[in-house]
């Protein structure tokens, strides 16, 4: 495609239920990222992978927060038991190249968790 | 690691005058540089980079930042501002040769003011 696409754009959901979100990257970017950005903020890094590899999950809050991509294109992060405090933006973006490169943003997925 | 801070988090302006948002990051080592650009109810936008070589660097819109190593700053600047540069921006940096995440600050949203 012609960008980063995110989806759903927006998500409302009730606490303790579970969301994946979804991030499909420019074609034949090599890595991917995952951030946080609550309002206000600038975004927080999560996660990110070269190709299908999970390369630091660092930045992920805990270990109800979780990241794939198994075939080194779209990625998923899931959210298990959602809680008032997971309710921000989510930011995916890709680059061609690792170092240094440029991040293309996605248009973020707005999580309200109700 | 690495941290960026954004001295000021609203800066007013009045159409055709300039403009200069301040950044100060930390790091041990080196960095590359970023300047991410947040226009209303849209995703994020790079708007320049310094990777290396001159330290004034030129990007879309107008825009130019200046890497000062000796003060750690990457103060971005517009000689004329536009009502279209309505926006929230974002200074970012990451660690150099390493293909890791972006650290942002807080951002700064800039009013132009008619």
């Known amino acids: 495609g012609a960008g980063v696409s995110q989806s759903p754009r927006y998500k409302v959901t009730k606490r303790g239920q579970d969301v994946a979100l979804r991030c499909d990257p420019i074609?034949?970017?090599?890595?991917l990222y995952w951030y946080r950005q609550a309002l206000g903020q600038g975004p927080e890094f999560l996660t990110y992978?070269?190709?299908?590899?999970?390369?630091?999950k660092s930045g992920l809050p805990n270990d109800r927060f979780s990241a794939e991509r198994p075939e080194g294109s779209i990625s998923t992060l899931t959210i298990q038991r959602t809680e008032q405090r997971d309710s921000a933006m989510y930011r995916c973006?890709?680059?061609?190249?690792?170092?240094?490169?440029?991040?293309?943003f996605g248009p973020g997925t707005r999580l309200t968790v109700l | 690691a690495q941290s960026v801070t954004q001295l000021d988090s609203q800066v007013p302006v009045f159409e055709e005058a300039p403009v200069e948002l301040r950044c100060n990051y930390s790091?041990?080592?080196?960095?590359?540089l970023f300047w991410y650009v947040q226009y209303p109810n849209q995703g994020l936008q790079l708007l320049l980079k310094?990777?290396?070589?001159?330290?004034l660097v030129k990007g879309i819109n107008g825009f130019e930042a200046e890497f000062n190593k000796s003060q750690t700053s990457f103060h971005l600047r517009k000689p004329s501002v536009h009502i279209s540069d309505t926006a929230e921006y974002f200074c970012?940096?990451?660690?150099?040769?390493?293909?890791?995440?972006?650290?942002f600050g807080k951002g700064t949203r800039l009013h132009i003011l008619p």
């Open positions: 074609s034949g970017h090599v890595s």
């Open positions: 790091s041990s080592v080196s960095v590359y």
């Open positions: 310094y990777l290396s070589g001159s330290t």
């Open positions: 973006a890709s680059s061609l190249n690792p170092r240094g490169g440029e991040q293309f």
């Open positions: 992978f070269n190709y299908e590899a999970q390369q630091d």
């Open positions: 970012a940096v990451s660690e150099v040769n390493r293909d890791d995440k972006i650290i």
